[in-house]
């Protein structure tokens, strides 16, 4: 089956860094998404990753290793609108979007 | 760019009637539309994938007599709830991609609150 494993809740300070991980086990693998949701809202794209490594976009990158099944998400200088839920999505064979129930990260000052 | 936008934001209906969610790609052609819907402090569940002038494909679970779906248009595509009932009561978001270059990037409606008493 299809599954997607991130911690539920995260708290960390501001101005701090944080990680959230992310494994997974598709049927087939085109890239994996990373996406904000603020409580309420709709999600928002923040990165895409379908090679191995780092990708870096200001103070997020997020990695992915495909041969482990595993992602990780990286917020730097943590600012108290960082505080939402992050979604792990990777893309399977067909295109589809697998999505889990996000980790809920909160910010204390 | 790739903006999408949905109407209404959030609606109030009596139990038994039915309700029209709009989903519109307002600067880009839509090869195809996903439908989600996302109870309280869950993750979103795909309800179906719609490509312009074709059948909505179904996830498994999901009734297409009950949620009807057109994509008339590679700009447009509305969800209907036929016959609401309380238990529909939901967020509701769509999201459309180009599906065409390298990232499949989904682009997310700001989704649609619906509430049935």
């Known amino acids: 089956g299809q599954n997607i494993d991130q911690p539920t809740e995260m708290t960390a300070t501001e101005g701090a860094i944080v990680q959230i991980n992310c494994t997974y086990q598709?049927?087939?693998?085109?890239?994996l998404f990373w996406y904000q949701q603020h409580a309420g809202e709709a999600p928002t794209f923040l990165s895409y990753?379908?090679l191995d490594g780092l990708e870096e976009k200001g103070r997020f990158s997020s990695f992915l290793s495909r041969s482990k099944g595993y992602s990780y998400l990286l917020l730097k200088e943590l600012q108290m609108k960082d505080s939402a839920s992050y979604l792990c999505?990777?893309?399977?064979?067909?295109?589809?979007?697998?999505w889990g129930a996000g980790t809920k990260l909160i910010i204390k000052p | 760019g790739a903006v999408v936008s949905q109407h209404p934001s959030w609606v109030i209906c009596k139990s038994g009637t039915s309700v029209k969610i709009e989903c519109r790609s307002l600067?880009?052609?839509?090869?195809?539309m996903f439908w989600y819907r996302q109870f309280p402090k869950q993750s979103l569940m795909l309800m179906a994938t719609?490509?312009?002038?074709?059948?909505?494909?179904?996830e498994q679970g999901v009734e297409k007599d009950k949620f009807l779906i057109n994509h008339a248009s590679l700009t447009l595509s509305t969800l209907t709830v036929t016959s609401a009932h309380p238990e529909d009561s939901s967020f509701y978001i769509c999201?459309?991609?180009?599906?065409?270059?390298?990232?499949?990037?989904?682009?997310f409606g700001p989704g649609t609150r619906l509430t049935v008493t």
């Open positions: 598709t049927s087939g693998f085109n890239g």
């Open positions: 999505a990777p893309l399977d064979s067909n295109y589809q979007l697998i």
């Open positions: 600067d880009f052609q839509a090869t195809t």
């Open positions: 999201s459309a991609t180009q599906g065409q270059g390298f990232t499949y990037e989904q682009y």
């Open positions: 719609s490509n312009e002038g074709s059948k909505a494909t179904y």
């Open positions: 990753n379908v």
